[in-house]
């Protein structure tokens, strides 16, 4: 019987994220987990952990609370390590209960961690106290989820007033509270997509506020009503928030030249999350599509047993993060740990694979200067010649020309499939519809099989010569090659060849504005 880990996520962004919760995510070997939890926290799991998306957000497709109980005792009874990753703090508004409730009567360990509430911290991050010794001696936190099971003339009285799940009950709210003898000049806040670079912040008062959102997606938001939101403009120093009750948007600084630009991020689905939030915090706006699911190979046989025979091999080379964590993962299953690579040098290919690596608590011996696989055989700091080479790798598809350099210098490499990379079943419909009307700007790809994958998701569906009204942008040579095979042209390509690396190619390039003539 494993142990379930019911984790809060925070507000959003991964900087408000727990040490606990942080530790805890980077063992999950099942992930369950909520919409509106930040993609980027997705990244921090092993490439081997099974992720489910039970939804969880209103107005969306969602698996029913039942679904989810049954789910976490499914997993728990597996023997793995699984991981109930929600936003926010589970204890607030986290239906919680139901699904401890089904542990416990499973017989199944489990651990609550706590996340940082959105009631408390979004209102810090738009500059308004919940609290002040004149103003508002308490407040209260409720969800607007089922409006009519309120007391609203009770929480008329109260001087504060923190509403979560409340953006599509927003009209409703406003007329209890105004019903109640609460003053229409009385200031609100409504905190969209707090504590993340897509944050909005609407100030207006009680009268005035649905009129001036008419047809405004607010959704998710919280929601903050009192006299505390007028100290806003105080706390923030002038910070462009007028005290008038006029409405106010507050967006993040639009600096880069990518800032307006909508940017399709082809990437592996759960990953990629922070070149997104890259992206985002340049003023982007970014739409995920995912062209690669990494799966495990067709049989682990052939890594367990070169792992269980690792005193033969001199060097271990791993080209990709997806490389290292099935590496580890298997390491790890056949009751082994770093110290098993005692003598044996590792080379690796790229800073995002050295990440991953010094996550193991290992640095790596060798990385190339150049992050393509080809130069680590140009620039390797020894002579190959009679070295045993252990080289985890993609089942199929991946790089042949390293191994057949080092083959030819006197190596001898053992390859061995550590994961398989293939391609999702469909794409997202509005993922293709933004495609068809021509609402991308840019499209992003990090690797040759996303150029494919991306090309087998949209066959027919886009017109003829879709590609000249797009900007193409490419992490490296061999990708770039794959988008003049299949798109006939490049326009931009990393110096770089890492994701930071591409979004400063990004930034260097003025694109134009294609207006249909």
């Not at 985890?392 to 390859?415: D, I, S």
């Not at 326009?491 to 003025?510: F, Q, R």
Request: charged share 20%; glycine share 6%.
């Amino acid at each position: 019987m494993s142990k379930v880990y019911i984790v809060g996520a925070g507000p959003g962004d991964i900087s408000y994220l727990t040490i606990r919760a942080q530790q805890i995510l980077t063992q999950a070997e099942v992930l369950i987990y909520d919409a509106l939890v930040d993609r980027c926290l997705l990244d921090l799991v092993p490439e081997a952990c099974v992720l489910v998306n039970v939804g969880k957000r209103g107005g969306k497709p969602s698996m029913l609370q039942s679904e989810i109980d049954l789910l976490l005792v499914e997993f728990a009874q597996t023997g793995r390590i699984v991981v109930r990753l929600k936003s926010g703090d589970p204890f607030i508004f986290g239906r919680v209960t139901a699904e401890i409730d089904a542990l416990i009567a499973a017989e199944c360990d489990y651990e609550v961690v706590p996340g940082l509430s959105t009631a408390l911290v979004a209102p810090l991050l738009a500059g308004i106290p919940l609290t002040d010794p004149v103003l508002s001696r308490g407040f209260a936190v409720i969800t607007a989820h089922l409006p009519d099971d309120l007391d609203w003339e009770a929480l008329a009285r109260m001087p504060t007033v923190v509403i979560l799940m409340g953006a599509r009950q927003l009209g409703e709210i406003v007329t209890q509270l105004l019903k109640h003898d609460r003053s229409a000049n009385t200031p609100i806040a409504i905190i969209r997509w707090a504590g993340t670079p897509q944050q909005q912040i609407w100030v207006s008062d009680l009268g005035q506020i649905i009129s001036e959102t008419t047809d405004i997606e607010l959704s998710p938001a919280v929601i903050v009503i009192g006299q505390v939101v007028g100290l806003r403009a105080y706390l923030n120093c002038g910070r462009s928030t007028p005290v008038s009750h006029d409405l106010t948007l507050d967006e993040p600084p639009n600096s880069a030249a990518i800032a307006g630009k909508t940017i399709l991020v082809t990437r592996a689905a759960g990953q990629l999350s922070e070149f997104s939030q890259m992206l985002r915090s340049r003023g982007a706006q970014v739409l995920e599509m995912p062209t690669l699911e990494i799966v495990p190979p067709t049989s682990w046989q052939d890594l367990d047993r070169q792992i269980d025979r690792l005193s033969d091999f001199d060097w271990l080379i791993l080209t990709s993060a997806n490389g290292v964590d099935s590496f580890f993962a298997r390491l790890h299953q056949a009751g082994k740990d770093s110290r098993a690579l005692a003598g044996i040098k590792i080379a690796v290919v790229g800073q995002k694979t050295a990440q991953s690596l010094q996550q193991q608590g290992i640095t790596p011996d060798f990385i190339p200067a150049d992050f393509v696989a080809d130069a680590l055989v140009n620039s390797f700091p020894i002579s190959p010649a009679a070295l045993n080479i252990l080289f985890p790798r993609v089942e199929t598809g991946g790089r042949e020309v390293l191994v057949q350099e080092f083959t030819n210098l006197g190596a001898k490499v053992v390859e061995v499939p550590a994961y398989q990379s293939q391609c999702p079943a469909a794409i997202d419909p509005s993922i293709l519809l933004a495609l068809q009307q021509q609402q991308v700007d840019i499209i992003t790809f990090a690797s040759s099989k996303t150029v494919k994958h991306f090309c087998q998701l949209i066959g027919v569906s886009l017109p003829l010569g879709w590609q000249e009204r797009v900007c193409i942008a490419s992490i490296g040579p061999q990708t770039s090659a794959t988008c003049r095979d299949l798109f006939g042209k490049v326009d931009i390509e990393a110096t770089e060849y890492t994701l930071p690396g591409l979004v400063a190619a990004l930034e260097l390039v003025s694109l134009p504005i294609i207006v249909d003539s």
